[in-house]
């Protein structure tokens, strides 16, 4: 078969590129796969602890439960591949299991570069607010499960699907412009029956905001059979449709929330996180709540 003039030119002036693509995506795959091997046996959380791993924060929807090693989190910036400072657990199929890793240490303020650990030098993301004063803490996401986002996205919305055994929705859908923010919503919605001490669980304990919560959590709970009866018999304008009902119970949850913040000037530190969340994408600013 006979290439034409134009085709032959291109193929001559991108081959180069496209083969480095390829060798930097193969680098990748291999960077991952230690990632992973190095978790191998850390996949529960008995053998996290026994590891000298131990959890914070609670469950965060998008993100599981953090276990930080403090020992590895104590070398700083001489950060290594197969020693993740962090692990992240999650729960599928109605147990607590390892969903991804965290790269992780204290830099001081004013200290911008960042370990290369992988091709392409994915992001690191700062959080400030969970460093002693003069540093802040960078961290590096690597996920172990499917993420929509990418192996290095700062939130997996899948993880709120799992937590109530549902299948989460293709990743290609979280792209559009308005299924995705929906989906996020959703995943965001389930969440809160699948870990009701809430998103923000002094919010959340707070009359009458407790109250509220309650009802919409039981309006979630009627909602999950709705998704479950759809996945089954890939029915997507009934995934559709129960996916709309729960964008509506994000918006009252949303607000309950907001009503339930005593100091109005923190009012819109906690709108602008969940606004934050729901965007989401790697230029999303990453908080933890």
Same mark, same amino acid.
């Given at each position: 078969m006979r290439l034409n003039a134009s085709r032959t030119l291109a193929l001559l002036l991108f081959?180069?590129?496209?083969?480095?693509?390829?060798?930097?995506?193969?680098?990748?795959?291999?960077?991952?796969?230690?990632?992973?091997?190095?978790?191998?046996?850390?996949?529960s959380t008995t053998a996290a602890h026994a590891a000298g791993f131990e959890p914070v924060f609670?469950?965060?929807?998008?993100?599981?439960?953090?276990?930080?090693?403090?020992?590895?989190?104590?070398?700083?910036?001489n950060v290594q591949l197969a020693e993740p400072a962090q692990?992240?657990?999650?729960?599928?199929a109605g147990r607590?299991?390892?969903?991804?890793?965290?790269?992780?240490? $204290?830099? /001081? =303020?004013?200290?911008?570069?960042? +370990? !290369?650990?992988?091709?392409?030098?994915?992001?690191?993301?700062?959080?400030?607010?969970?460093?002693?004063?003069?540093?802040?803490?960078v961290m590096l996401h690597v996920w172990l499960v499917p993420s929509p986002e990418g192996p290095f996205a700062g939130h997996n919305h899948n993880l709120p699907f799992w937590a109530v055994g549902l299948t989460p929705p293709n990743a290609d859908r979280l792209r559009d412009s308005v299924q995705g923010p929906r989906i996020r919503k959703t995943a965001f919605v389930l969440a809160e029956v699948a870990?009701?001490?809430? $998103?923000? /669980? =002094?919010?959340?304990?707070?009359? +009458? !905001?407790?109250?509220?919560?309650?009802?919409?959590?039981?309006?979630?709970?009627a909602l999950i059979p709705s998704f479950a009866r759809a996945d089954s018999a890939k029915d997507r304008r009934g995934w559709d449709a129960a996916a709309q009902r729960a964008e509506s119970l994000w918006e009252a949850f949303r607000q309950t929330y907001l009503d339930a913040v005593l100091v109005p000037a923190r009012?819109?530190?906690?709108?602008?996180?969940?606004?934050?969340?729901?965007?989401?994408g790697d230029e999303v600013p990453h908080r933890h709540p």
């Amino acid at each position: 078969m006979r290439l034409n003039a134009s085709r032959t030119l291109a193929l001559l002036l991108f081959a180069p590129e496209l083969g480095a693509q390829d060798a930097s995506a193969t680098i990748l795959d291999q960077q991952i796969r230690t990632a992973q091997a190095a978790t191998r046996t850390l996949t529960s959380t008995t053998a996290a602890h026994a590891a000298g791993f131990e959890p914070v924060f609670g469950w965060i929807p998008t993100m599981g439960v953090h276990w930080v090693s403090n020992e590895r989190m104590a070398k700083g910036k001489n950060v290594q591949l197969a020693e993740p400072a962090q692990l992240m657990f999650s729960p599928i199929a109605g147990r607590d299991s390892l969903v991804g890793a965290a790269y992780a240490y $204290l830099a /001081p =303020v004013g200290d911008s570069t960042r +370990p !290369a650990l992988f091709a392409g030098s994915p992001p690191w993301h700062e959080h400030p607010n969970l460093a002693p004063p003069g540093y802040t803490l960078v961290m590096l996401h690597v996920w172990l499960v499917p993420s929509p986002e990418g192996p290095f996205a700062g939130h997996n919305h899948n993880l709120p699907f799992w937590a109530v055994g549902l299948t989460p929705p293709n990743a290609d859908r979280l792209r559009d412009s308005v299924q995705g923010p929906r989906i996020r919503k959703t995943a965001f919605v389930l969440a809160e029956v699948a870990d009701t001490t809430g $998103l923000f /669980p =002094v919010l959340a304990a707070r009359e +009458p !905001a407790r109250t509220y919560l309650r009802a919409l959590r039981d309006s979630v709970r009627a909602l999950i059979p709705s998704f479950a009866r759809a996945d089954s018999a890939k029915d997507r304008r009934g995934w559709d449709a129960a996916a709309q009902r729960a964008e509506s119970l994000w918006e009252a949850f949303r607000q309950t929330y907001l009503d339930a913040v005593l100091v109005p000037a923190r009012r819109p530190g906690v709108e602008r996180l969940m606004d934050d969340m729901i965007r989401g994408g790697d230029e999303v600013p990453h908080r933890h709540p």
